[in-house]
Every structure is written in C-alpha cells, then in structure tokens.
C-alpha cells in the first residue's frame, strides 16, 4: 500500500511524511485485527475461514472482499482523527465506507459495526498522536469519548428504524450506538482485558481471542442476536458464554471441544453473534496499537 495512494482524496497536502507513515501503520493494524477476527475458529455461529456458520449469504472470501474495501478508510479516518476532525467528518467518512464495503459484498452487510467501532479507535489514535501522548488503552479510551463523545450520545438517541434500533426499543438492548456513546466499554472493560489475562497466561493469541470472544459474547447486548433470535436467543447466547468464563475459558484442556460445541449448537440456531465479533476485532486493534506504541 502507498501512502500516496491510500490518503490522496484527503488530507494528502497537509500531512508530513511521519504522519502519512503512521496513518499507514494504524490503518494495516486496523486490517490485520479484521483478520485476527474472520481467521479465529471455531466462534460460534461466526464465519471462519472453516466454515459459514449460521450465515447462508456470506463466507470467509466475502469478508476478505469487505476487508480489502475498507483499507483507505482506516487509514483516512485516522488522519481526520490526526486533523482534529469533527464527528460529522468522522460519520462522513464512516458512510463512504459502508458504501464501499456494500459494493464490494454484493450487498452484504459483513462490517457496519466494524467500521463503526474500529473507526472510532483509529480516529482516536489519530488524535492522540496529534497531542504527542502515548498511545495505549486508557489515552485512546479519553481521547474518544473526550473528544466525540457528546456527539456519540446524541448518535445514540437519534430516532431510526435499522436494525439495532428497532432491537434497542424493542430489548432494551443498546447495540453499536450505546457502546460508542459510552467509550466502547465492552473492548476497554471486557475483550481487552480478556486479551490480555490469556497472554499474561501465556496461552498465546488464539486462546486469547477465543477468551476475549466469549467474555463479549457473555456480557455485551448484540442487537445482530436480538434481531435474529429474539429474547431467548440472546439468553441462550449469553448463558452458554457465560459457563464458558465460568469454567475457566481456555485455562481447561477442554475448551475447544465446548467451543466447538457452542459453535455447532448456535450454527443449528442461526444465531451470530456479529456485533461480539466486531468488538473481538476492535479489542485486536488497542492491543495492536498498544504493541506498535511499545516497539516504537
Ligand atoms: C452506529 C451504526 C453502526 C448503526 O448502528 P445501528 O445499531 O443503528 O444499526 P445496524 O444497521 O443494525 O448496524 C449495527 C451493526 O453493529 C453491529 N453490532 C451489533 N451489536 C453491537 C454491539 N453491541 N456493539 C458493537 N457492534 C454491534 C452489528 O454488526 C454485525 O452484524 C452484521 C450483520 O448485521 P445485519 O445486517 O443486521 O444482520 P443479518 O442477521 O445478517 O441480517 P439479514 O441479512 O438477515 O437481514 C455483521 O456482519 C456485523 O457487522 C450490526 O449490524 C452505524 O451504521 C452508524 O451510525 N454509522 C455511522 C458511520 C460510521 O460508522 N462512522 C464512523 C465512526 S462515527
Ligand atoms: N466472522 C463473522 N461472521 C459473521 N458476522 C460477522 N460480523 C463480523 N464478523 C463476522
């Protein structure tokens, strides 16, 4: 990828060569942790590069044509972030890229929550780069809801009729919108941490994003699990996530062969948790750009 390339529509003339290369960084990490997300297996219900789990419409070189779609976006994202942009800038560029990602899947919508989540994060890198602070998961959690996060409250209350607002007033259940009004608290609170109590384990990445994906998967309001599934659904979801924790996650030789369990038990149901798995890649991402901030 050229930096010429990927940031020529904007901002080309107002960035110096450092920060066009770290725009280049945040937007490859950005990608790879896509890939850390589609690449786990099993994940229950998910789509893998094993299997399609519950989806009929989409398969793993789906998600690779929706990941491919979105490598200028990162990358642009994170220089409004760097250029002090706005919300509206940021939900401009967010839109281009769901339209993008719609073109590239046939129509399939593989990654709004994705583009939602991972967006914000790189958007916030961009500005924390801009202060001279040091990137890691508290600055990029202050640097997002400092900077958009009344925006973010409002875009969680405005009125609608997609699918995560019609499952937030029908469950209750707050979806993309409340977790980016509050900070993404799921990816700071439960996956990142999840992430990184494996590793410390020294369990290594897979286990780690298995741990992270079922910590979501027990505690986070997935509006995807609601609209597909209803209430019992999303119980069903988050009980068998939460025995999964309970029982020590992949601390227990075992483990795989539950995952599997669960992963063929919610492919029967057609249920996917896709918002849990949007958040397993956003959580990829801080842990990545933490890694970056380390080796720099
Ligand atoms: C804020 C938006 C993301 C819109 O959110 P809203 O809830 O209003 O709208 P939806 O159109 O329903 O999309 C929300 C997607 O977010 C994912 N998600 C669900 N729960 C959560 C959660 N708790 N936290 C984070 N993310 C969550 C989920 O994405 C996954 O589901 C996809 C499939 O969804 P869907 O098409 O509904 O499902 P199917 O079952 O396949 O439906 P049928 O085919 O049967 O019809 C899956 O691939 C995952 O991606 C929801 O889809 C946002 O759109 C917005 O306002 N964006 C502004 C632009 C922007 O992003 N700007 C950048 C930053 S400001
Ligand atoms: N791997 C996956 N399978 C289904 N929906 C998803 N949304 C985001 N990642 C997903």
Redesign the pocket.
Known sequence: MSATVLLAAENESRLDAATRRFCLRVARAALRSLYDELSLYPKPGLVSLVDNGSHA?MDAGTFMKSLFSLRHYFAR?TAAGHAGGG?DE??R???QA?ARMLAATGGV?????????L??LCAAAGDCRRRGIAIDAWTLRAALTMRWGADLAA?ARAP?A????RMAALHAA????E??ALGLP?VFGLAFPALRRTLAAGRGWRQARIDGLFALMAG?????VY??GGAAGAALVRGLAQRFVARGGTARPEWLREAIRCHRLLSRRRL?P??A???LAAACLVQRLCEAEGEA
Not at 162 to 165: C, E, K, R, T
Not at 220 to 224: C, E, I, L, R, S
């Open positions: 419409d994202i919300f940021l939900k560029l967010g839109a769901e919508n593989t990654h709004r929550g994705a583009i939602f989540c967006g914000l875009h609608g997609s699918h995560g607002q707050g979806g993309a919108r977790e980016g799921s986070v309001a997935d509006t995807n609209y597909r996917s896709g918002g798995a949007d958040l």
